[in-house]
């Protein structure tokens, strides 16, 4: 017979994190934990991470659902193609607590080279918003650190200010150095925005995230059709939990590319369907996490070192943390990798006894 249960967990950043939407403080996420009663000391665990101010769902909706689980576990697969589709976040940690019972809690949910330590998955850098000082000190140490993408939040300190810092390093390291990103969380009006996309074209920016806020679907497809600098849709994605959904934003707006946060669109499984529909129409696409702990993110990773990979991922976030929990995975100049000791006991130990530990705060 298969029980469950949850935990909630804060964790806490070990400086705050800057976007256009305001800092974030601490993050909190749940973990969904089942075992076979006969063998209760192999769990399968999951995190469910909605992400505030940019999830459809919310904390209640996420722990009425893990209640649920935990009081029924007889119809989990089913369920995966039925209610859950609309609450993603916790679709995935189903997901994820499924696959890893399934190799016996081990964590290894994809093996591949990656989980072998023989290849690496190339990341991005990310620039938190900060006072202009402290952006000009964290866009520098992206660069000395090796990383040949960096991405950087905008929309916050003020337009002048952020493009005197791209403009800045841009004059010092070309596009052959160095790829820029930049990301906006939504933080334009209709009005303003072409001028800041022309302004980013004259410093060879690689695409900018989501310039003006989700949802303007006909502002957006204007600006896709018109804009110098591709554009990557992220927050437009959150919510369009059915195919049809899907293809008709494809469709409507033809953006140039799309970030795929796997935690926010419900899973492997959607994160599959953008990826080919995406394809199917030539729009280019890559994978960011939404600041999982190490659970999340180390299922983001191995299943993303399974995909034919053309561009620099987002999945180096996991070392924001000061109380995340013990993982693998590293992030070593611009590439993420996997420690040689993934299965050893002593990481699968700490892991257990962390959560073994909190499993009674549910």
């Given at each position: 017979?298969?029980?469950?249960?949850?935990?909630?967990?804060?964790?806490?950043?070990?400086?705050?994190?800057?976007?256009?939407?305001?800092?974030?403080?601490?993050?909190?996420?749940?973990y969904?934990?089942?075992?076979?009663?006969?063998?209760?000391e192999?769990?399968?665990?999951?995190?469910?991470?909605?992400?505030?101010?940019?999830?459809?769902e919310?904390?209640?909706?996420?722990?009425?659902?893990?209640?649920?689980?935990?009081?029924?576990?007889?119809?989990?697969?089913?369920?995966?193609?039925?209610?859950?589709?609309?609450?993603?976040?916790?679709?995935?940690?189903?997901?994820?607590?499924?696959?890893?019972?399934?190799?016996?809690?081990?964590?290894?949910?994809?093996?591949?080279?990656?989980?072998?330590?023989?290849?690496?998955?190339?990341?991005?850098?990310?620039?938190?918003?900060?006072?202009?000082?402290?952006?000009?000190?964290r866009?520098?140490?992206?660069?000395e650190?090796?990383?040949?993408?960096?991405?950087?939040?905008?929309?916050?300190?003020?337009?002048?200010?952020?493009?005197?810092?791209?403009?800045?390093?841009?004059?010092?390291?070309?596009?052959?150095?160095?790829?820029?990103?930049?990301?906006?969380?939504?933080a334009?009006?209709?009005?303003?925005?072409?001028?800041?996309?022309?302004?980013?074209?004259?410093?060879?920016?690689h695409?900018?995230?989501?310039?003006?806020?989700?949802?303007l679907?006909?502002?957006?497809?204007?600006?896709?059709?018109?804009?110098?600098?591709?554009?990557?849709?992220?927050?437009?994605?959150?919510?369009?939990?059915?195919?049809?959904?899907?293809?008709?934003?494809?469709?409507?707006?033809?953006?140039?590319?799309?970030?795929?946060?796997?935690?926010?669109v419900?899973?492997?499984?959607?994160?599959?369907?953008?990826?080919?529909?995406?394809?199917?129409?030539?729009?280019?696409?890559?994978?960011?996490?939404?600041?999982?702990?190490?659970?999340?993110?180390?299922?983001?990773?191995?299943?993303?070192?399974?995909?034919?990979?053309?561009?620099?991922?987002?999945?180096?976030?996991?070392s924001?943390?000061?109380?995340?929990?013990?993982?693998?995975?590293?992030?070593?100049?611009?590439?993420?990798?996997?420690?040689?000791?993934?299965?050893?006991?002593?990481?699968?130990?700490?892991?257990?006894?962390?959560?073994?530990?909190?499993?009674?705060?549910?």
């Amino acid at each position: 017979m298969l029980l469950a249960r949850w935990i909630e967990h804060t964790l806490q950043p070990k400086f705050e994190l800057g976007t256009s939407k305001g800092p974030i403080g601490t993050r909190v996420v749940w973990y969904l934990i089942a075992w076979n009663s006969e063998r209760p000391e192999i769990c399968g665990i999951g995190e469910a991470a909605l992400f505030p101010g940019h999830s459809k769902e919310f904390p209640a909706e996420v722990k009425t659902k893990l209640v649920e689980l935990c009081a029924d576990t007889t119809n989990w697969e089913a369920r995966l193609e039925d209610d859950l589709i609309h609450v993603p976040s916790v679709r995935f940690a189903v997901e994820q607590c499924l696959r890893d019972l399934e190799v016996h809690g081990s964590k290894l949910l994809f093996p591949s080279q990656f989980t072998l330590g023989q290849m690496n998955i190339p990341i991005n850098g990310l620039v938190w918003m900060g006072d202009r000082d402290t952006m000009r000190m964290r866009l520098r140490d992206q660069v000395e650190r090796g990383f040949t993408t960096v991405k950087m939040k905008i929309g916050a300190l003020g337009m002048e200010e952020e493009f005197s810092l791209l403009e800045e390093l841009r004059e010092e390291f070309g596009p052959e150095r160095i790829t820029l990103r930049v990301d906006a969380n939504g933080a334009y009006s209709a009005k303003e925005v072409m001028t800041v996309l022309e302004r980013l074209a004259r410093i060879d920016v690689h695409s900018i995230e989501q310039p003006i806020s989700p949802g303007l679907y006909e502002v957006m497809t204007e600006v896709c059709r018109n804009s110098p600098v591709p554009i990557a849709l992220d927050e437009d994605l959150i919510g369009l939990n059915t195919r049809r959904a899907k293809t008709d934003l494809l469709d409507h707006i033809r953006p140039q590319h799309i970030v795929i946060k796997p935690s926010l669109v419900g899973g492997w499984a959607s994160t599959r369907e953008w990826i080919k529909l995406a394809e199917k129409r030539n729009i280019g696409w890559w994978i960011t996490s939404a600041l999982e702990s190490s659970i999340g993110l180390n299922a983001i990773a191995q299943f993303t070192a399974t995909l034919p990979l053309q561009q620099a991922q987002g999945l180096g976030t996991g070392s924001v943390y000061s109380n995340n929990i013990p993982s693998p995975l590293l992030a070593e100049k611009d590439r993420f990798t996997i420690g040689p000791k993934f299965l050893g006991s002593s990481t699968n130990s700490n892991l257990e006894n962390y959560l073994t530990n909190s499993r009674r705060s549910s």
